[in-house]
């Protein structure tokens, strides 16, 4: 910015004026403007001329009569403006009414006179210029035109051509407010055409008037004496200031017009100074940066060198690191005399600006801008719509010295993003933004859940799609099919066939394509094919553009009832339905796909398919299967004729095919296909299923009633769903069939399978699911009867009544009807219940199978039960399929699910049960060996003397398992139970493990304390160092082995309290070994003492 010496302007040299009268007075003058305030000049000059800005009058304008407005078609309105004043008028701006519908531009013309006669003559016309008009139709909108002028006296026409609103009048509309006049005037439907008369502006003219008027200066505010008239005014010389001597000087002006002035004068100051110099701002280079300074440009008076004061700082050199703002500087020249102190500003550098997006994809985004200053690197935030740039709120935030920077996204988000400049250092620009972007589509909204698309589909590209629907797409009515792709070439043009529900009502068909890539669908350049037809269905062509790049874009596919609607790519609208798909364009294939696959004949077992060929291939591959297959995985044909007949089929079947054109040199063409057909009814060959999952009634199957109404609920119906009771029975509509329990009330309404050859089944038999709940009237239920006819007469199978929330599962052994063709009949009669009404019957999952082993091979698991429970599906059985259901009938409690819970159980066995279901239930067993924790007994303790032999069981106390491990205080492993005490007196520590293998090992310790006071080898005492007994413990016999044959042994046991409980005097004398018989006695720690008249030996003994 630049702080420089102003010079006025001189509009009258010499008026006359009545002072303070206004008797004469056309209109009061403005208070003047001074700009600047100040004038500075140097000490000595010979002229210092000042000046003011006097104006009279100012903006003002009209408004016609009429503001609501009303009709209009599209070309504008025409009317004049005459100025009544003394002065010229300069038309600035027109406010206009907009119509419901508006362009984009408005186009504003003049011509001197009235507008009448000139309404179609373009060339009377002049073009002030064309603007743009952003308004909603129905609000004003103010179109700044570039101003012309009317002078006094004079007649302008206007003609503004727009979409706007204009009022119908009876005759011409007048308006004025002395300084203008405007007179409406005519409506037009088109530039220069389409003339309406009598049609009134609705709107309002702004404009200003110019009056002359000069400058009357004087040495007081108020009073004193004029000093002069002229506008610039030349100070030296005055009464005020006779000579430019340093100082100030205050002079006073007054703006005036003949026979008035303003009300207030204006102060103007000169500044004589012996230092007087011209200062220019230097901006920032960088937003927010502070690298701002000044420059001298002008020197009046002073010596140089010069010096600087910034706000009164100390004197030095100009400074470069000025941050934005104003700043009040003296320059001191080398003689040391001070300038005045001049207001110099720093104006900041633009932040970034034009933001940008390109190259958008699901999951990046270039950001681009412009960069207004000298910076090199940025700050950039992305984030949610609404987020605050510098909170923390954003998704992604990064520095960078890229333009454009290329941001990771996250699929399927509303973004917007600021940028700023970063000027080094810790100052920062100012955020610019936000961008709006997106990579997220639009959905398209319908209110209306009654009407919708059931079928949009290609024909004819080089792989099609294909979207059904037998309900309104929830929600809103939009389906994602993005996972289908049609693939096509540049001119390739193929059909869209779409039908649609109801089938009575005729509609309008839409499809674009994104071709640029940018997540919006652009109906103005990106509307591919677009047609009305109807009622019910309707084919359109669509053609790719040429030159289209190889690439994959996202399509859009609109429904909307009537012939006539208008649905845009992401308009709400009422009736209709809506689906997204990708599209694949490809090189033109030099190998075509075929068209239009049909049939010439179907029979029982064969279909005889044709084709059309779009080259000249004599050789084709057909690949079948059952409807649904995955191609692939189906039979494989090559043929060289056309038609060709595909034998070996089944009766009553449906088959998909899909044809594959081969042009010779491995040059094949794109499958076409899936062709779908039925063969002829004919006799069925089970296995046989049918789960009625296409809202449709299944091929060759009867649907017949005893009741001749016509009605619905007088037949099965295959797309319905339940009501009442049965309206929440987990499926939906389309995927089971049912007999609604609303009138009519036949007695006889049938469902009959085709005939179904079983003569290969070995144990046949019939399973399906049923549903009936009669919540209103609970136990009041209609009868399914089902029935089986053997060829000859029909056989009741069973009569199902009840309620139940769940699907039922029933099967019948069909064995009696071995090697038979049948029928089986599936019959409601609603004439039985009171209130049928209220009860729907549901079937589903109709199968005649084999009733065999699935497969599942048995399994075991041992289980400690401290573990608490055991996960069943943890590979311990095989399963058949993975469809069944664990079972533990004994105890049901202790599964859930497949978690079998084992802590409460005692140890043992347990067989759980996994039941899967086909035709019939196949078992298969999980035996679970449950084991209790393991058991080594309480710690005991024996004081022995040394050598003496040590009963170890015999310490222990409490439940001990058999089979553990002893070890001695060394933790060597001992042999058995029945160590020698050490010939050292002290305590040795003995150990006994019990471990079953599956529970964590158990450990108990017996302490033997050596008595050093006798010794077990001693005379008396030796003769019995080899008598053993075994097994110990033990349940019903004790063994005891004599190997030196001492004499005369006798034997007694003793209790723990002391009391002989057996005697036996024979069996040990003069024996080397003996039994005794121990099951009469308790459980329990009992001592055994062999002896004769020399010693004695005792033991400790465990009977369990």
């Known amino acids: 910015m630049k702080k420089t010496l102003l010079k006025g302007m001189l509009l009258f040299a010499s008026l006359t004026f009545g002072i303070n009268s206004n008797a004469q007075c056309p209109q009061t003058p403005n208070d003047p403007i001074a700009n600047p305030s100040v004038f500075n000049f140097c000490s000595g000059v010979s002229s210092a001329m000042i000046t003011a800005e006097t104006t009279t009058g100012g903006p003002g304008s009209l408004a016609t009569t009429n503001q609501n407005g009303g009709n209009g078609c599209g070309g504008g309105v025409m009317f004049d403006v005459t100025n009544n004043s003394a002065y010229d008028i300069s038309i600035t701006s027109l406010d206009v009414l907009l119509n419901t519908t508006v362009n984009p531009t408005a186009s504003v013309y003049y011509k001197t006179g009235t507008y009448l006669g000139s309404e179609t003559v373009a060339a009377n016309w002049t073009l002030s210029g064309t603007y743009p008009v952003t308004g909603a139709g129905g609000t004003f909108e103010n179109i700044d035109v570039i101003d012309f002028v009317i002078p006094p006296g004079v007649t302008f026409g206007i003609f503004i051509n727009y979409y706007g609103s204009y009022t119908t009048i009876s005759a011409p509309d007048v308006v004025t407010n002395g300084d203008i006049t405007i007179t409406s005037g005519a409506g037009l439907c088109s530039p220069f055409g389409g003339l309406n008369a009598n049609r009134g502006y609705n709107g309002t003219v702004n404009y200003t008037s110019a009056i002359p008027t000069a400058a009357i200066w004087y040495d007081a505010p108020t009073g004193g004496n004029v000093l002069g008239t002229t506008n610039p005014f030349e100070t030296v010389g005055t009464s005020v200031m006779p000579t430019a001597t340093f100082g100030t000087y205050d002079f006073y002006v007054s703006s005036g017009v003949p026979g008035c002035e303003s009300v207030n004068r204006t102060l103007v100051t000169v500044s004589i100074d012996p230092v007087s110099v011209v200062l220019d701002g230097i901006d920032v280079s960088c937003n927010n940066g502070s690298d701002g300074s000044f420059a001298l440009t002008t020197t009046n008076c002073g010596s140089s060198p010069f010096t600087y004061s910034v706000d009164g700082g100390a004197f030095g050199p100009i400074p470069t690191n000025l941050a934005v703002g104003t700043y009040d500087v003296v320059a001191k020249d080398a003689n040391g005399d001070d300038s005045p102190s001049y207001v110099i500003v720093v104006g900041n550098a633009d932040a970034p600006s034009n933001l940008g997006v390109a190259n958008i994809t699901s999951t990046s985004a270039d950001l681009s801008w412009t960069a207004n200053g000298s910076e090199t690197s940025w700050d950039i935030e992305f984030g949610a719509p609404g987020f605050a740039p510098g909170t923390g709120n954003s998704l992604g935030a990064a520095n960078t010295s890229n333009n454009p920077y290329t941001a990771t996204l996250t699929p399927n988000t509303n973004y917007e993003y600021y940028v700023r400049a970063d000027c080094g250092g810790s100052t920062q620009g100012t955020w610019s933004g936000p961008y709006v972007f997106s990579n997220a589509y639009c959905l398209p909204v319908y209110t209306s859940t009654s009407e919708y698309l059931s079928l949009i589909e290609t024909v004819g590209a080089i792989a099609d799609v294909s979207h059904t629907a037998t309900s309104f797409p929830s929600p809103n009515g939009y389906t994602d099919e993005t996972a289908q792709t049609m693939q096509v070439y540049e001119t390739m043009t193929f059909d869209l066939s779409t039908a649609y529900s109801p089938t009575n009502y005729s509609y309008v068909t839409r499809m674009w394509v994104d071709w640029n890539g940018d997540f919006v669908f652009d109906h103005a350049t990106e509307l591919v094919s677009s047609a009305s037809g109807g009622p019910g269905s309707y084919t359109q062509q669509v053609t790719i553009p040429a030159g289209t790049p190889v690439g994959t874009y996202r399509v859009r596919v609109r429904g909307e009832y009537g012939s006539s609607s208008n649905p845009l790519p992401c308009s709400s609208e009422t009736w209709g339905s809506a689906a997204d798909f990708m599209m694949e364009v490809i090189t033109p294939p030099t190998c075509l796909p075929v068209m239009d696959i049909d049939t010439v004949n179907v029979s029982t077992t064969s279909i005889e398919l044709d084709w059309v060929e779009l080259n000249t291939a004599t050789s084709w591959i057909i690949e079948y299967g059952p409807a649904g297959f995955t191609p692939g995985t189906g039979t494989f044909d090559t043929v060289t004729t056309n038609p060709y007949t595909i034998t070996g089929l089944s009766p009553s079947s449906q088959y998909d095919f899909y044809i594959q054109a081969d042009c010779g040199g491995g040059d094949y063409a794109a499958w076409r296909g899936p062709f779908s057909m039925y063969t002829d009814c004919g006799i069925a060959v089970a296995p046989f299923y049918e789960g009625f999952n296409n809202a449709t009634q299944p091929q060759c199957w009867e649907n017949i009633s005893s009741n001749t109404s016509t009605s619905t609920n007088n037949f099965w119906n295959f797309n319905d769903q339940g009501d009442y009771g049965a309206a929440n029975n987990g499926r939906n509509a389309g995927e089971f069939t049912k007999v609604d329990g609303n009138s009519p009330y036949g007695d006889s309404v049938m469902l009959i399978t085709p005939q179904i050859d079983i003569s290969q089944l070995t144990i046949p038999y019939l399973s399906f699911e049923w549903f009936s709940n009669n919540t209103n009237n609970p136990g009041d239920n209609v009868p399914l009867i089902v029935e089986l006819f053997d060829g000859t007469s029909w056989n009741l199978l069973d009569t199902l009544m009840g309620d139940s929330p769940e699907w039922e599962f029933v099967n019948y052994d069909l064995s009696a009807y071995s090697n038979n063709i049948i029928q089986v009949r599936f019959?409601?009669?609603?004439?039985?219940?009171?209130?049928?009404?209220?009860?729907?019957?549901?079937?589903?999952?109709?199968?005649?199978?084999?009733?065999?082993?699935?497969?599942?091979?048995?399994?075991?698991?041992?289980?400690?039960?401290?573990?608490?429970?055991?996960?069943?599906?943890?590979?311990?059985?095989?399963?058949?399929?993975?469809?069944?259901?664990?079972?533990?009938?004994?105890?049901?409690?202790?599964?859930?699910?497949?978690?079998?819970?084992?802590?409460?159980?005692?140890?043992?066995?347990?067989?759980?049960?996994?039941?899967?279901?086909?035709?019939?239930?196949?078992?298969?067993?999980?035996?679970?060996?449950?084991?209790?924790?393991?058991?080594?007994?309480?710690?005991?303790?024996?004081?022995?003397?040394?050598?003496?032999?040590?009963?170890?069981?015999?310490?222990?106390?409490?439940?001990?398992?058999?089979?553990?491990?002893?070890?001695?205080?060394?933790?060597?492993?001992?042999?058995?139970?029945?160590?020698?005490?050490?010939?050292?007196?002290?305590?040795?520590?003995?150990?006994?493990?019990?471990?079953?293998?599956?529970?964590?090992?158990?450990?108990?310790?017996?302490?033997?304390?050596?008595?050093?006071?006798?010794?077990?080898?001693?005379?008396?005492?030796?003769?019995?160092?080899?008598?053993?007994?075994?097994?110990?413990?033990?349940?019903?016999?004790?063994?005891?082995?004599?190997?030196?044959?001492?004499?005369?042994?006798?034997?007694?046991?003793?209790?723990?309290?002391?009391r002989v409980v057996l005697v036996e005097n024979k069996e040990l004398n003069n024996a080397s070994e003996a039994s005794l018989t121990i099951t009469h006695l308790e459980k329990g720690v009992y001592t055994l003492r062999v002896y004769n008249g020399e010693g004695q030996r005792t033991f400790k003994v465990v009977k369990q």
Request: proline share 6%; hydrophobic share 35%.
């Open 827 to 1058: 019959m409601v009669n609603k004439s039985v219940a009171n209130t049928a009404f209220y009860n729907d019957i549901l079937l589903d999952e109709v199968r005649i199978d084999d009733c065999s082993d699935l497969g599942g091979i048995d399994g075991s698991f041992d289980v400690c039960r401290l573990d608490s429970m055991v996960n069943l599906d943890d590979n311990i059985i095989v399963k058949p399929n993975g469809t069944g259901e664990w079972s533990f009938p004994d105890q049901p409690n202790f599964l859930d699910d497949s978690t079998f819970y084992v802590s409460l159980l005692p140890a043992g066995s347990y067989d759980v049960f996994y039941v899967e279901r086909a035709v019939c239930y196949d078992t298969t067993f999980a035996t679970i060996n449950v084991f209790r924790p393991s058991s080594a007994g309480f710690d005991g303790a024996d004081t022995l003397c040394m050598n003496a032999p040590i009963d170890l069981f015999g310490a222990l106390s409490g439940n001990v398992d058999n089979g553990g491990q002893w070890f001695d205080f060394s933790n060597t492993a001992l042999p058995n139970s029945q160590p020698k005490a050490q010939a050292i007196p002290g305590n040795y520590n003995y150990f006994y493990v019990a471990d079953n293998g599956v529970c964590p090992a158990d450990t108990s310790i017996v302490t033997i304390t050596v008595d050093g006071t006798c010794d077990e080898l001693s005379i008396g005492q030796e003769l019995f160092t080899d008598i053993s007994v075994y097994p110990n413990p033990t349940t019903s016999q004790l063994n005891i082995v004599n190997p030196s044959n001492a004499s005369d042994l006798k034997i007694e046991m003793l209790d723990v309290n002391g």
